[in-house]
T-cell receptor, first 115, second 113 residues
Framework: DAEITQSPRHKITETGRQVTLACHQT?????MFWYRQDLGHGLRLIHYSYGVQDTNKGEVSDGYSVSRSNTEDLPLTLESAASSQTSVYFC??????????????FGPGTRLTVL | GENVEQHPSTLSVQEGDSAVIKCTYS??????FPWYKQELGKGPQLIID?????GEKKDQRIAVTLNKTAKHFSLHITETQPEDSAVYFC????????????FGKGTHLIIQP
């Protein structure tokens, strides 16, 4: 079955280190998204991509970057991890089936702790 | 999307009773309104969605209503069961879902046996 996976599921790192979270989907979806989830804030959009070589900033993009070199993967990089980036990160994907159809499917999440 | 307010933050109902969760939004251009269910340790799972050209949608025990004039939409769960216990999120988008979603802060639904 097609699916969306994230790795690692848990990560502990130190302040100032570079961290990359992986997201892989096998649906061949064009659209991919990264969100972070924090208590009291719900989910907030970090970055998104509509296809290979396309990336766009979301609501909370500072300190994060993404790259899209193929359809299946959208890795999220924290250039210099900060304690404020301790969170649960979710990747999602969607496909534009018709003008008004674009359901987003979410991965299982990565819990990141920055010490 | 801009801002989504979700109420209540916690809702406790007796098994078999109905549960209603409400969301309001501020962006007049919003045209896609999904609801997600999140169980502990898992990613959000879409349970139902509605687009701006309809006022109500049903799927078995779950229904969503949309009032575009008042800028609010609601999730209705009837005949609640223990497995309905979870955190529910509303969301909205002005790109038909093709752009990122703006989420409410979530409702913790507790089904009392």
């Amino acid at each position: 079955d097609a699916e969306i996976t994230q790795s690692p599921r848990h990560k502990i790192t130190e302040t100032g280190r570079q961290v990359t979270l992986a997201c892989h989907q096998t649906w061949n979806h064009n659209n991919m998204f990264w969100y972070r989830q924090d208590l009291g804030h719900g989910l907030r959009l970090i970055h998104y991509s509509y296809g290979v070589q396309d990336t766009n900033k979301g609501e909370v993009s500072d300190g994060y970057s993404v790259s899209r070199s193929n359809t299946e993967d959208l890795p999220l990089t924290l250039e210099s991890a900060a304690s404020s980036q301790t969170s649960v990160y979710f990747c999602a994907s969607s496909e534009l089936l018709a003008l008004d159809s674009d359901t987003q499917y979410f991965g299982p999440g990565t819990r990141l702790t920055v010490l | 999307g801009e801002n989504v307010e979700q109420h209540p933050s916690t809702l406790s109902v007796q098994e078999g009773d109905s549960a209603v969760i409400k969301c309001t939004y501020s962006d007049s251009a919003s045209n896609y309104f999904p609801w997600y269910k999140q169980e502990l340790g898992k990613g959000p799972q879409l349970i139902i969605d509605i687009r701006s050209n309809v006022g109500e949608k049903k799927d078995q025990r779950i229904a969503v209503t949309l009032n575009k004039t008042a800028k609010h939409f609601s999730l209705h769960i009837t005949e609640t069961q223990p497995e309905d216990s979870a955190v529910y999120f509303c969301a909205e988008s002005s790109g038909g879902g093709a752009d990122g979603l703006t989420f409410g802060k979530g409702t913790h639904l507790i089904i009392q046996p």
